[in-house]
């Protein structure tokens, strides 16, 4: 009896052991949580330099580090940097005039301002304003002082009346336009003066509206004369344009947003009716030209940073260039317009056979009026350059910049001078890395302006004259320097230290280059693996994909302490893999072009052959592959689970553009080509969903104008057609990123691989502190 009894213990505590491993508690979700973004940036000293610029090219940031926080002034004429106040002396001075200890390591200012004659700082600490003369060292109340900046370094938007947030300021910064009942209205900065300047706008044709279909907003899109009198812009006629439709969830009768959401195949789009606006007389000339599609040569939309893309002004607003790209972006035209009578001329075209696009990141081509120019983007010759052609006769002068590399970014033309900048890549080893250059518009005297390795991010001083260079790697923190306009260096303004965060147990991630699936291709991705590898164990993988064809799944090269969620799932027990296939930008055209026609694709045999090279350098079991992504990244997780049934394994899709046809027009049209042209039905997951053998998790938002959520429904009903078991997460009343549902789309993320590819059970119900959603794709 007794022996039967130690029987029974003994089975209790093996079946409690077996339990205790076939799950995952609290406190390893807890560990894994600490290395989010949230948990992981405190620990960087350093790492972010925000500039606010004084007279003369100076400026001053905050320095930051566990220890200290130092104002720092930088003057580059003088080549000086050093704090710009004595920070014991203002702390003992604003000590004794506030009653209240303060530690001079680390002043709390909510916002500060510093003089530009650099002999006083008005601050605000604990809600008072303060004013502190640094010759001195003698501190006043300031209660009459306008509000500075915050001490961080960012600007208060202020007051700017009726409209603000929706209006277009000029550059003089004494007016604003802005849409009011399909119409656009001037107001006087200082008067508050409003004048209506069109009266023939009406619902669905109306002046600067700014609807892509997949994003839209009450904004003006606009481009103000340099000038400040003129404005370029359009009447948009959408008349006939098809409806999208959402409806909210509640209690009660549902409420319907209806929208213009043109398809690929519709027989209408969106056109523009091309319009100069003179501010002063009220007077709209319309350009002499037929209407455009609503296309830009760099994107699906026709804004760039806020305002009109494809337009560029002469100085005196006597003229505007713009750019005609047709509907499937084969072909751009080059046209110019006189400003007074909206007399129009073509100056050159240009076709591909696939798309065409003027850049990355930015449009880069320009008209250079006073010397009756044109800077021009083309990839005519397999990479990305500019070229120089006559305005007037549309005759090439010469190509300014060649080789085997792209110019990603024109960022500034000094048309006295005869040179260009632009940010480039393919110089290094890692052809995404990035960095500035100068060439002289004949192609001579090309100079890097940013030396060492890693992705560079360059911008220019007031006056133009100097260039403060932030350079990193994924595994390799930020340095930032200033540097004058031959990339000499002045001074190095800080070196970010993660030393605090490595005592942590964080690690960076682990760069890569493997074979595409031709073979031959060299493509590069990023690792993350667990921080303790247990010897003679085997991972399983799990591959975030994100497809293009205009990004990737790594997205920026330099560093970060975190990318999303990939370390925290790694210390999971997973090795998490991302990698930057075949179609997408950023080097050659022919690449980019991998996949033109058949997006459906979704660079999956380069993520299959990606996984099982780098199971041969870590211990990847490639038997248990798992796969997520988001938006085009969600397109690409199903097709996935239905192409390649017997690699992949668990796949979580998120807010899926699952077929093309569903989507907005410009996307699949740039990139498939025109429905009659291209087989749009066999690219969609739905007609595939009957292949599925493991374990999908559907997601979308029911209120997701970007990808509406019926991309989703399509494969769910094919997939209960096919009698296949799968699960589905709907957010009722989110958009395309579920908004504040974030963090519980992570969770159930982590929950989902937990259980179906690692094999084990999750805790239940965690509770993640914030999350930021995954980006679209846009």
Request: neutral net charge.
């Amino acid at each position: 009896m007794r022996k039967y009894v130690y029987t029974l213990v003994a089975i209790a505590f093996t079946v409690a052991a077996q339990a205790q491993s076939n799950a995952l508690t609290a406190k390893d979700y807890e560990r894994a949580e600490k290395f989010m973004s949230y948990n992981t940036e405190p620990f960087i000293d350093a790492g972010t330099v925000r500039l606010n610029w004084l007279p003369n090219d100076r400026f001053w940031y905050l320095s930051v580090t566990a220890k200290q926080n130092s104002f720092m002034l930088v003057d580059p004429v003088q080549k000086t940097r050093t704090p710009a106040f004595d920070h014991q002396k203002l702390a003992a001075a604003l000590s004794t005039a506030s009653g209240t200890k303060y530690d001079a390591a680390k002043l709390p200012f909510q916002t500060i301002h510093f003089s530009d004659d650099g002999k006083s700082v008005s601050f605000t600490v604990a809600g008072k304003k303060w004013k502190y003369n640094l010759q001195g060292a003698t501190i006043t109340a300031d209660d009459t002082a306008p509000a500075p900046a915050e001490a961080e370094g960012r600007t208060g938007a202020g007051n700017r009346g009726p409209g603000a947030g929706i209006e277009a300021i000029s550059p003089d910064g004494k007016k604003a336009v802005y849409i009011k009942d399909w119409n656009l209205w001037l107001r006087d900065v200082a008067t508050n003066k409003q004048t209506q300047l069109t009266t023939d706008g009406v619902k669905d044709f109306g002046y600067a509206t700014d609807n892509a279909g997949w994003k839209s907003s009450e904004r003006a899109i606009v481009r103000w004369s340099p000038d400040s009198k003129k404005i370029a812009t359009f009447k948009q006629d959408q008349r006939n344009v098809s409806d999208m439709y959402l409806v909210t969830t509640n209690v009660g009768k549902p409420s319907l947003r209806a929208w213009k959401y043109p398809l690929p195949g519709d027989k209408e789009v969106a056109m523009l009716h091309r319009v100069i606006i003179d501010i002063d007389a009220a007077k709209v000339i319309k350009l002499q030209v037929a209407a455009d599609p609503h296309r830009s040569s760099l994107s699906d939309d026709i804004t760039v940073g806020g305002s009109l893309a494809d337009v560029d002004w002469k100085e005196d607003a006597s003229q505007l260039a713009f750019l005609s790209t047709s509907r499937d972006h084969k072909q751009s035209k080059l046209r110019i317009a006189d400003a007074a009578t909206g007399a129009v001329r073509e100056v050159f075209e240009e076709t591909v056979a696939t798309h065409y696009e003027s850049g990355r990141g930015g449009i880069n081509w320009r008209y250079l009026a006073n010397s009756n120019e044109i800077i021009w983007y083309s990839e005519r010759d397999d990479w990305g350059h500019l070229y120089l052609y006559d305005a007037t006769t549309g005759k090439l002068k010469n190509q300014i910049t060649k080789g085997n590399w792209v110019v990603s970014r024109l960022v500034k033309v000094d048309e006295k001078n005869r040179v260009l900048y632009f940010t480039s890549t393919g110089h290094q080893s890692n052809p995404y890395f990035s960095e500035l250059y100068k060439i002289g518009f004949d192609g001579k005297n090309l100079t890097l302006l940013t030396p060492g390795e890693g992705t560079h991010q360059a911008s220019f001083s007031p006056s133009g004259n100097y260039i403060i260079d932030t350079y990193s790697k994924p595994d390799t923190p930020p340095v930032t320097q200033l540097c004058d306009l031959n990339g000499k260096l002045i001074t190095t303004l800080e070196k970010a230290d993660v030393s605090r965060l490595v005592a942590t147990g964080w690690k960076p991630p682990i760069p890569f280059t493997v074979k595409a699936h031709d073979g031959k291709t060299d493509i590069y991705g990023l690792a993350f693996t667990p921080t303790k590898i247990e010897p003679n164990k085997k991972y399983p993988v799990i591959d975030y994909i994100y497809p293009g064809p205009q990004g990737g799944s790594v997205g920026s090269w330099g560093f970060t302490a975190s990318r999303g969620d990939h370390q925290a799932l790694a210390e999971l027990g997973f090795i998490v893999v991302m990698v930057e296939g075949t179609s997408n930008p950023n080097r050659s055209k022919s690449y980019h072009d991998m996949n033109y026609g058949n997006m459906g694709e979704n660079t999956l045999p380069d993520q299959i052959t990606t996984i099982r090279q780098l199971a041969q350098r870590y211990p990847i079991d490639t038997n248990r592959v798992g796969i997520w992504g988001h938006s085009g990244g969600g397109f690409a997780t199903a097709a996935a689970m239905f192409r390649f049934p017997d690699f992949f394994k668990v796949g979580i899709s998120e807010s899926g553009n699952h077929d093309n046809r569903n989507y907005e027009d410009d996307w699949g049209e740039r990139y498939n080509g025109l429905v009659e042209n291209s087989n749009y039905e066999a690219q969609a997951n739905q007609t595939i969903a009957k292949n599925l053998k493991g374990k999908l998790m559907l997601a979308h938002g029911m209120m997701d104008n970007n990808v509406p959520p019926y991309n989703t429904l399509l494969v769910v009903e094919a997939l209960q057609k096919a009698n296949k078991s799968f699960d589905l997460i709907l957010f009722p009343n989110s958009a395309h990123g579920f908004g504040q549902y974030g963090p519980y789309m992570m969770r159930r993320r982590w929950d989902y691989f937990v259980q179906h590819l690692l094999g084990v059970e999750p805790p239940l119900d965690y509770q993640l502190r914030q999350a930021t959603a995954p980006g679209a794709r846009q």
